[in-house]
């Protein structure tokens, strides 16, 4: 199994600043993904965390808005840059050990509010 | 692509009922089956899984779930809930050709149980 720490849990920012979210795994894992989970809906891959290289980000989502860093196996950063109300939502770290393990391991989550 | 289909937003029920949350996915390729419970103000927690052999998969807390190739279903069960069972529940799948790790969500089914 995988443990996940995410920091902070929760923060209230002011709209045009960034946050960085930190993700810490206490394994190595494969794969390290970011989520978004708006108020009362399912969760929407951002992207998929690429160590040593750029993040491959789904449709929707761009670099410029959240970038994310991933300099080994057990540690990710997001950052969600120049905010507005509309980013106020749940993020998610994710990981998957990987190999025969394709289970998908989750952080607690940081909840964003922006004013 | 694929998909996934929660077909109840939310599920009331009294408490010591039997229970069932719908799941039906689309995905032109094999997929593995996953389904996650969420607590208020939790991250994810895996329930159970499907990757391969018996259809019938057991996970933790007593909820239990049949893979239906055929009818691309993946509904989750429980012969009696209780209280603590309140929490929101997603049904996932991961595509076998990424790997098994690329992870898509259903919308979520609210599961309240009533005393």
């Known amino acids: 199994s995988a443990v996940i720490s995410q920091k902070p849990s929760r923060d209230i920012c002011q709209r045009g600043t960034s946050l960085t979210i930190q993700c810490q795994v206490d394994?190595?894992?494969?794969?390290m993904f970011w989520y978004r989970q708006q108020p009362g809906q399912s969760l929407t891959l951002i992207a998929t965390?690429?160590?040593?290289?750029?993040?491959?980000?789904e449709s929707g989502f761009v670099i410029d808005k959240f970038p994310i860093s991933r300099p080994n196996l057990t540690f990710s950063t997001l950052t969600v840059s120049n905010m507005s109300p509309e980013d106020s939502s749940i993020y998610l770290c994710?990981?998957?050990?990987?190999?025969?393990?394709?289970?998908?391991?989750f952080g607690q989550g940081t909840r964003l509010t922006v004013v | 692509a694929q998909s996934v289909t929660q077909l109840d937003s939310q599920v009331p029920v009294f408490e010591e009922a039997p229970v069932e949350l719908r799941c039906n996915y689309s995905?032109?390729?094999?997929?593995?089956l996953f389904w996650y419970v969420q607590y208020p103000n939790q991250g994810l927690q895996l329930l159970l899984k499907?990757?391969?052999?018996?259809?019938l998969v057991k996970g933790i807390n007593g909820f239990e779930a049949e893979f239906n190739k055929s009818q691309t279903s993946f509904h989750l069960r429980k012969p009696s809930v209780h209280i603590s069972d309140t929490a929101e529940y997603f049904c996932?799948?991961?595509?076998?050709?990424?790997?098994?790790?690329?992870?898509?969500f259903g919308a979520g089914t609210r599961l309240f149980v009533k005393a």
């Open positions: 996932a799948v991961t595509p076998s050709n990424t790997g098994g790790f690329k992870t898509i």
């Open positions: 394994s190595q894992v494969t794969m």
């Open positions: 965390a690429n160590q040593g290289s750029e993040a491959t980000y």
């Open positions: 994710s990981a998957t050990p990987g190999g025969q393990n394709t289970e998908a391991f």
């Open positions: 499907y990757l391969s052999g018996s259809t």
């Open positions: 995905s032109s390729v094999s997929v593995y």
